[in-house]
């Protein structure tokens, strides 16, 4: 483990923000916070929640904009890529991948195991073995030099 990315203060703090949206959303809604599900009712429009689900999903937007304004790199984190092609590329793979999934890891990983879903379990275990097996391959090709 590289020691320079261990940062378990900045992850805490994270996970603990992440808790609090998805369970306010909850509470006052009575709505799961998977960002896919979120994401396709908006593109859809349909009429109910679509002034929340928009101004959701901006400020996922608008929140690394905000974020870059504060030089991010002296904030614990880096961005590891910046090939615009990349970028887009693993967005639709994920986007590909949360129809197959018929969620994402937010849904699935935040609401689901919170809920103890089995379906939710296997899922998010689904996702983290195939980021493993990814970064592992990439790594033996030489893609990626971790």
């Not at 304004?69 to 910046?82: A, I, K, R």
Request: hydrophobic share 50%; with cysteine; charged share 10%.
């Amino acid at each position: 483990m590289n020691i320079i990315n261990f940062t378990p203060i900045e992850s805490f703090t994270g996970g603990v923000f992440i808790g609090l949206a998805v369970a306010i959303l909850f509470l006052l809604r009575g709505n799961f916070a998977g960002i896919s599900g979120i994401y396709y009712n908006l593109m859809t429009f349909k009429k109910s929640g679509f002034l929340w689900r928009l101004f959701f999903i901006i400020g996922l937007i608008i929140g690394p904009i905000i974020l870059k304004l504060f030089n991010y790199q002296d904030l614990g984190f880096e961005v590891p890529h910046t090939n615009i092609l990349l970028i887009i590329t693993g967005g639709l793979l994920v986007g590909y991948g949360t129809q197959l999934g018929s969620g994402c890891t937010s849904g699935h990983g935040i609401c689901g195991i919170g809920r103890l879903s089995i379906r939710s379990i296997t899922a998010t275990f689904t996702f983290i073995l195939t980021g493993i097996i990814t970064v592992l391959l990439l790594r033996f090709l030489g893609f990626i030099n971790l």
